[in-house]
């Protein structure tokens, strides 16, 4: 089973300055999705990004971009020029790329604070 | 774009009732619907994948009597939390899989609190 780990509960990240939030995971397809989301406290969620793990470039959205490293298993979300309404819920996201089901597998989650 | 819409946003209702939550997709037929929970701090965990036409498939631990799901059409999924509790307290969310079978898209969420 494949799982996914943010190691970082919490982030806080001045106004304008950049963040970079953390995850790994763990899989043994070579087939796969990674997506972060962000919930706000809505608690609508929001895809923020996703990669294909047969691409080599990061993705990139914006002041979103990710660091996907394959051979180490982690898939790192960076927030550029962060603004207060960036401030939420960022969840890392595993999606096998094989026909069988397209659940995501969440990460627990990390909590991200903008600071004025 | 895609849209899926879920009902009611908010429910309250006495300890051994039934609650039924209604996930729709708005402007295309999902085949297969997703139904998460999400406790209070935590991340969303997969309670079943729902198949039109067909049986839900639980994970793990969902107990399938209390957590009745119904794939009748290409555009709803119902799930049904029956003889609710106070643990059944939860935000529950669904999700379909899109036209282009790459990319899913969220309802809003229920919240669901059992007294």
């Known amino acids: 089973a494949q799982t996914v780990t943010q190691s970082q509960p919490e982030m806080s990240v001045q106004e304008a300055e950049t963040v970079t939030l953390s995850c790994t995971y763990d899989?043994?397809?070579?087939?796969?999705?990674l997506f972060w989301y962000k919930q706000p406290p809505s608690r609508q969620m929001i895809l923020v990004i996703r990669q294909e793990a047969y691409k080599q470039q990061n993705a990139t959205e914006n002041r979103f971009s990710v660091n996907f490293q394959k051979a180490a298993k982690s898939f790192s979300l960076k927030i550029s020029d962060s603004q207060l309404g960036d401030a939420a819920m960022y969840f890392c996201a595993y999606r096998s790329g094989n026909n069988a089901g397209n659940m995501l597998t969440f990460g627990g989650g990390t909590r991200l604070m903008v600071k004025p | 774009g895609a849209v899926v819409s879920q009902h009611p946003s908010r429910v309250i209702c006495k300890s051994g009732t039934s609650v039924k939550i209604e996930c729709r997709s708005l402007?295309?037929?999902?085949?297969?619907m997703f139904w998460y929970r999400q406790f209070p701090k935590q991340s969303l965990m997969l309670m079943a994948t729902s198949n039109e036409g067909s049986k839900a498939t639980y994970e793990q631990g969902v107990e399938k009597d209390k957590f009745l799901i119904n794939h009748a059409s290409l555009t709803l999924s119902t799930l049904t939390v029956t003889s609710a509790h106070p643990e059944d307290s939860s935000f529950y969310i669904c999700?379909?899989?899109?036209?282009?079978?790459?990319?899913?898209?969220f309802g809003s969420g229920t919240q669901l609190s059992v007294l």
């Open positions: 999700s379909a899989r899109g036209p282009l079978r790459e990319k899913l898209f």
């Open positions: 402007d295309f037929q999902a085949t297969t």
């Open positions: 899989t043994s397809e070579s087939d796969y999705y």
